[in-house]
Each structure stands twice: as structure tokens, then as C-alpha cells.
């Protein structure tokens, strides 16, 4: 059975930073691409990010230079730093996989989803 379980949100002044993690089981990780998705309060989910098994990367312009994603495969795990935090940022925060390569930004390619883990930041 795949899981995906997000931690690390919380409430941050803007400006500030935090640090989500996704943890992975049931599935080998290092193959897969893994993304990151936000959805705020009467919007629909967007990407925010994405690494390949390979380590390449994509951004939205909405957070690029300003967020980081990584992952671990030693730890199933794939990591997405915030810093400069805005309001604008608020949302739930959901990491997802998916068995498709390459960099991918569609929600509908993305085969698993976490619960996701709220991400509140103040102004």
C-alpha cells in the first residue's frame, strides 16, 4: 500500500521560513518523479514544484527563488523548503508521485497524493 504522509507546516510571519517533508512507503521511491501541490481556501489545487528521479527541477514563477525541493532517496522522503514566505502563500501543501518520468506539472499525472499539511502565513 503507497502512503505519502507531509509534515513540517504550521503558522509563519511572512517573510519567514519553513520546511515540509513528504515520507514515502510502499513504493521505490528514487524512481519516481515527486511534486508539490497548494490549495488555498476556494481555489483550486496548483503545482509548485517538481524533482525527477534524476534531481531536475521545476518551478512555478509564483515560488521560484524563493522554494527548494529535494529529495532523499536513503529516506523515501522529498523535502520542500520555503523561505520569503508571503501571505499569498497559505494554503495546504500536498506532496504527490507519479509513474510517469520526466518533469510533471498536471495534477491528472500524479498517480498518488498525500493528505496534505497546512501552511498558514501571517502578514
Known amino acids: 500500500q503507497v502512503q505519502l504522509v507531509e509534515s513540517g507546516g504550521g503558522l509563519v510571519q511572512a517573510g519567514g521560513s519553513l520546511r515540509l517533508s513528504c515520507a514515502t512507503s510502499?513504493?521505490?521511491?528514487?524512481?519516481?518523479?515527486t511534486g508539490w501541490f497548494r490549495q488555498a481556501p476556494g481555489k483550486e489545487r496548483e503545482f509548485v514544484t517538481c524533482i525527477t528521479s534524476g534531481g531536475s527541477t521545476y518551478y512555478a514563477d509564483s515560488v521560484k527563488g524563493r522554494f527548494t525541493i529535494s529529495r532523499d532517496n536513503a529516506k523515501n522522503t522529498v523535502y520542500l523548503q520555503m523561505n520569503s514566505l508571503k501571505s499569498e502563500d497559505t494554503a495546504v501543501y500536498h506532496c504527490?508521485?507519479?509513474?510517469?518520468?520526466?518533469?510533471?506539472?498536471?495534477?491528472?499525472?500524479?498517480?498518488?497524493w498525500g493528505q496534505g499539511t497546512q501552511v498558514t502565513v501571517s502578514s
Open positions: 510502499g513504493l521505490t521511491f528514487s524512481r519516481y518523479t
Open positions: 504527490a508521485v507519479t509513474t510517469r518520468g520526466g518533469l510533471r506539472l498536471r495534477l491528472p499525472d500524479y498517480n498518488y
